[in-house]
Structures are given as structure tokens and as C-alpha cells.
């Protein structure tokens, strides 16, 4: 919802997936929201890239497509991106407000967790949270 009413097309709109394990700080899949959520935006033919600290090499197995890039580290990840989605909890992602203003980076964040904070982002939305 929140996506669809800020892009008219999800095609080749260019995303950054963050946290792509189930759990922080490890590379356990299974159940992962990740995998749903970028299947999507495959199907819809969007260019995503998708960053974990530790769970690159396990998404790597599950996840194959054209459409998908896997960044070496977050700072090469948040380039150029209309719509950042946080999916994971990570330690390393808490900071990413420093990362965008260094590189003056304004895309969309969806807080998939609620751990960032809002105040910090100017185009922030934290699922279940009111804008």
C-alpha cells in the first residue's frame, strides 16, 4: 500500500532490501520476509538490490534473478535507490540516516521493524505506525 501510492509503477523501480535473514545478526532463511517480499518485486520486474551483513550467502542460494544485486556492504548498497525497505533489525543498519545524508540520498525508507528513528528520515514509514 504504502509503496503503490508513493510509485505509480514498481517497474524497474530501483529498491534496496535490507536484512534478509529471518533473525538479526545471523544467516538463518527460513521464514525469512525477505523472500516474499523480493519474489514481488521480481514478479513486477523492479531492480533490487539486497544487503545482510551475514545472510548474503544464504540469500544467494535461495534467491536468483536478473533483477537482483547483491552489494558488498551497505555504503555501495544505499547508491542510487528510489525506496529502501528494513526488513531486519541490524546493528549496522541503525545508522543509515549518516549513510544517506553523506551521499545525499532522500529515497523512501520502510521500517519494516520500527527500529529507526523516524525523526531522523525524511520520508519515513514504519509499518503499523501512523505517518
Not at 541490524?90 to 545508522?95: A, L, R, T
Amino acid at each position: 500500500k504504502i509503496i503503490k501510492s508513493n510509485f505509480k509503477s514498481l517497474r524497474k523501480l530501483k529498491v534496496l532490501i535490507l536484512g534478509l535473514a529471518f533473525k538479526p545478526e545471523t544467516d538463518d532463511m527460513r521464514h525469512s520476509p525477505s523472500i516474499p517480499i523480493i519474489k514481488y518485486l521480481i514478479k513486477k520486474r523492479s531492480l533490487i538490490s539486497a544487503y545482510d551483513p551475514i545472510a548474503i550467502s544464504e540469500a544467494k542460494k535461495i534467491l536468483r534473478s536478473k533483477y537482483l544485486s547483491f552489494p558488498k556492504n551497505l555504503s555501495e548498497g544505499i547508491k542510487n535507490n528510489d525506496l529502501i525497505l528494513v526488513l531486519t533489525e541490524s546493528k549496522e543498519f541503525s545508522n543509515l540516516h549518516l549513510l544517506l545524508n553523506k551521499h545525499r540520498k532522500k529515497p523512501i525508507i520502510i521500517d519494516g521493524r520500527r527500529f529507526l528513528n523516524k525523526h531522523n528520515y525524511l520520508n519515513y514509514y514504519g509499518i503499523g505506525m501512523k505517518r
